[in-house]
C-alpha cells in the first residue's frame, strides 16, 4: 500500500514569486510520480510525471519536480507563478509493479496567486 | 478528439434514490478509472475497469456501489439507495493502455448531492 502527503493545504504566493508545493510519499514498493492540477469545476491535469532515469522533470506550464528516493519526495516548483496559476494542484503515485493501478493521490494544495 | 466526458455535470438526489453517472472514454482508451473527491479531501480510487471487465473494485464500497463499462455505450457508476456521505464529486478517468505508469486522463466530473 502507498500513501501521499501534501503537507501545505493552502500556500499563498505573489505574482511571479517562486513557488514550491511539498509532496512526500510512502510506500512499500517502487512507484512512479505525479503532479495534475485542477482548476474550478474541471477535471484534472497531468502536470508532469516521473517514471525513471534523470530525478529533474520538467513539465506544461512552466513547472518541475524533483524525485528525491532517499527523503521519499517529489516536490513541485516553478520560478515565478502567474495569476492563472491558480488551482489545486494535487501529488500522486502508482505502484510500478502488478500492472495497471489506481492512482493514490494526495489531499491537494490550494495554490492562491497574489497580485 | 474529444475527452473524456460525463454526464450529468450535477445530479441532486433525495435519500433512497438512485444515482447513475456516466462516463464515455477518450476515442481509442478501453481503460476506465473512477475516484471519488469529498470535500477537502483529495480523489480517492474505486474502480479500474475494461471492457466488460471489473480489473480492481478494492476501493468501491461493499454495498449500494456498483460499476460497468459494457461493450458498447459509456461506463456507468451506479449508487442505490444514496445517503448524505454519498454527496461528493466523482470523477472518472481513462487511458488507452492498462499500464501504471501511463497518463490518465480526467473529465470533469460529477458533483451529486443528496438532500
Known amino acids: 500500500a502507498q500513501s501521499v502527503t501534501q503537507l501545505d493545504s493552502q500556500v499563498p504566493v505573489f505574482e511571479e514569486a517562486p513557488v514550491e508545493l511539498r509532496c512526500n510519499y510512502s510506500s512499500s514498493v517502487s512507484v512512479y510520480l505525479f503532479w495534475y492540477v485542477q482548476y474550478p469545476n474541471q477535471g484534472l491535469q497531468l502536470l508532469l510525471k516521473y517514471l525513471s532515469g534523470s530525478t529533474l522533470v520538467k513539465g506544461i506550464n512552466g513547472f518541475e519536480a524533483e524525485f528525491n528516493k532517499s527523503q521519499t519526495s517529489f516536490h513541485l516548483r516553478k520560478p515565478s507563478v502567474h495569476i492563472s496559476d491558480t488551482a489545486e494542484y494535487f501529488c500522486?503515485?502508482?505502484?510500478?509493479?502488478?500492472?495497471?493501478?489506481?492512482?493514490?493521490f494526495g489531499k491537494g494544495t490550494h495554490l492562491i496567486i497574489q497580485p | 478528439n474529444a475527452g473524456v466526458m460525463q454526464n450529468p455535470r450535477h445530479l441532486v438526489r433525495r435519500r433512497g434514490q438512485e444515482a447513475r453517472l456516466r462516463c464515455s472514454p477518450m476515442?481509442?482508451?478501453?481503460?476506465v478509472y473512477w475516484y471519488r473527491q469529498l470535500p477537502e479531501e483529495g480523489l480517492k480510487f474505486m474502480v479500474y475497469?475494461?471492457?466488460?471487465?471489473?480489473?480492481?473494485e478494492s476501493g468501491m464500497p461493499k454495498e449500494r456501489f456498483s460499476a460497468e463499462f459494457p461493450k458498447e455505450g459509456p461506463s456507468i457508476l451506479r449508487i442505490q439507495q444514496v445517503v448524505r456521505g454519498d454527496s461528493a464529486a466523482y470523477f472518472c478517468a481513462s487511458s488507452p493502455i492498462g499500464y501504471s505508469y501511463n497518463e490518465q486522463f480526467f473529465g470533469p466530473g460529477t458533483r451529486l448531492t443528496v438532500l
Open positions: 500522486a503515485v502508482s505502484q510500478k509493479e502488478g500492472g495497471a493501478d489506481g492512482l493514490t
Open positions: 475497469l475494461q471492457k466488460e471487465n471489473i480489473i480492481d
Open positions: 476515442k481509442g482508451h478501453s481503460h
